[in-house]
């Protein structure tokens, strides 16, 4: 393909502030359509992104002739659906993280890509940011030695829609829709790192409660994990915590030092030697997947490969459903 002509199903914040327009920033590279359900946002994101078309229906999106590559931007229960139905027409996906909303629905998208043989890509983007990648070259340069154990550990006070009655809560915290509750929704962009540095998690474990009872979903996990090499890891999330708790850190732990970064928060890198300690800031661009739509577009063009495809994703759906025992 020497031109993306994309299509978005769904166009809500994910599309309108993180990726949405690097689809427009990558040369070769243009939005053709979008879909939604409610034809008022699309017909405004369409306006105000400078979009020929809009939907309310994805079949037509899909099958519509100036659409060769569709983005599916929507909750995480309709990814596999938007995805398969893609493929099905021939045409290249790229799907917002998780992959799907459980590791057999990741299953079903693998299977037909294989049959296919059209490409599925997910929304991993942290894996092409600069600020993470310069966290992967120091582990890989051997600065903290033999990494021994990683820990994650994230705590965050309830949001004001944790409040809201049953009905109105938040997507993310209905796990018919989200696969989890927050934990499904954050947690991947941290194993996916972790994943791409130290390999394949092949065993999981966790314990998963609801401690604040705003919801029915999960506030409250912990874990335990080890990937392929024979190292193996920790994680702590809590949704509900005191502000006093707020964390967002990962922790890399080696027989000469230690690296501690953040996952959402991009604090500067903590590299811990017996020089001391050494604080790293690493900048972003403005909009966080432009690297990673960059990658995609280039590997459909046949100028570079992009691994983040829906094969090395699947891994970590497969976790999240072994921590909260779904499998």
């Not at 550990?153 to 915290?173: C, H, I, Q, S, T």
């Not at 739509?293 to 459903?321: F, K, M, Y």
Request: proline fraction near 6%; aromatic fraction near 10%.
């Amino acid at each position: 393909m020497k031109h993306l002509k994309w299509g978005f199903i769904g166009c809500g914040e994910v599309a309108e502030k993180k990726s949405g327009p690097a689809f427009s920033e990558v040369e070769g590279s243009s939005v053709a359509a979008v879909m939604s359900r409610s034809e008022r946002r699309a017909q405004s994101y369409a306006i105000r992104h400078g979009v020929p078309k809009w939907y309310t229906d994805a079949q037509q999106l899909i099958d519509d002739p100036d659409v060769n590559a569709v983005y599916v931007a929507t909750p995480p229960s309709s990814h596999a659906t938007f995805a398969i139905m893609a493929m099905k027409a021939g045409k290249p996906v790229y799907v917002e993280k998780p992959l799907a909303a459980s590791y057999e629905d990741c299953a079903r998208v693998n299977s037909i890509a294989e049959r296919t043989g059209v490409p599925c890509f997910v929304a991993y983007y942290r894996r092409y940011l600069p600020y993470f990648q310069r966290v992967k070259q120091l582990v890989e340069k051997g600065l903290i030695g033999r990494v021994l154990n990683v820990q994650i550990r994230f705590a965050v006070p309830p949001r004001e829609l944790d409040y809201n009655d049953p009905g109105k809560l938040p997507w993310r915290l209905q796990p018919e829709i989200a696969g989890g509750g927050y934990f499904y929704d954050l947690a991947p962009h941290q194993l996916d790192l972790l994943q791409d540095m130290f390999g394949v998690i092949t065993d999981a474990e966790g314990i998963s409660t609801n401690r604040a009872h705003l919801y029915k979903a999960e506030d409250t996990v912990s874990a335990c994990f080890r990937f392929e090499n024979g190292l193996s890891g920790s994680g702590m999330w809590c949704f509900v915590a005191h502000e006093s708790a707020r964390e967002d850190c990962i922790e890399i732990i080696g027989d000469q030092g230690k690296l501690s970064f953040s996952v959402f928060d991009y604090a500067p890198i903590q590299l811990h030697t017996s020089e001391g300690m050494q604080q790293i800031a690493v900048p972003n661009p403005p909009y966080v997947q432009l690297p990673i739509v960059r990658s995609v577009v280039e590997h459909l063009q046949g100028l570079s490969v992009c691994s983040c495809t829906s094969i090395s994703a699947t891994p970590v759906n497969w976790a999240l459903d072994r921590i909260l025992g779904k499998i």
